[in-house]
């Protein structure tokens, strides 16, 4: 074989062989004791789940319009307790969301955030405080809850502006910065909402 012959043969293995060690590999990952990692720090729900507005109601008893949970990425909180007012635990998920509302910026008009809860804790909460906080109200067994996984968690759940469920953090103590970068993920592949 002459030279010129056995430098292509060395050009194409050098630069086809990466490739398909790198193909096989990825297929077989599993097989070979690695698991796939994500790149998302909150719990993905495939396929999302649409949400349903069912026995969710605004003030005074009205039913709550759909844009509630769409149109926007909505960060939703349920606190499903028996307690009549947001306890210290309410309160800290309540402050996450605002506080990764507000570090998204420019980004903030396209964030929602949502409160479900029964009616004393809605009474509870200052909104004052929380003046871009959308507080609704559930009955404790309410076909709203049962669309929502890991409850007894207290996770702040993630909505996309079509009204799908689509992560959750159940996390006791979220990283906000590890949110943050999720939701300007989505945010930056996205543009809806």
Not at 59 to 79: C, F, H, P, R, S
Not at 85 to 92: G, H, I, K, S
Request: overall charge neutral; charged content about 25%; hydrophobic content about 40%.
């Amino acid at each position: 074989m002459d030279s010129g012959k056995k430098s292509f043969l060395w050009l194409v293995t050098i630069f086809v062989a990466p490739i398909l060690l790198g193909t096989l590999l990825f297929f077989n990952l599993e097989r070979l004791g690695f698991e796939k990692g994500s790149v998302n720090y909150g719990i993905l729900v495939q396929p999302a789940q649409p949400t349903k507005l069912e026995d969710l109601k605004q003030d005074n008893d009205l039913a709550v319009e759909e844009e509630v949970l769409t149109k926007k990425w909505t960060m939703l909180y349920i606190e499903n307790s028996e307690s009549a007012v947001c306890d210290d635990f309410c309160l800290a998920r309540l402050s996450n969301i605002k506080r990764i509302r507000l570090l998204m910026n420019e980004q903030m008009r396209r964030v929602r955030t949502v409160l479900v809860s029964n009616n004393e804790v809605a009474k509870s909460i200052s909104s004052k405080d929380n003046p871009d906080l959308v507080m609704t109200e559930v009955t404790p067994n309410s076909n709203f809850l049962k669309q929502f996984p890991e409850q007894q968690l207290k996770p702040i759940y993630l909505i996309d502006p079509f009204g799908n469920l689509m992560m959750y953090y159940p996390q006791p103590e979220p990283d906000l910065k590890k949110m943050i970068k999720d939701i300007r993920r989505l945010l930056k592949y996205s543009h809806l909402g």
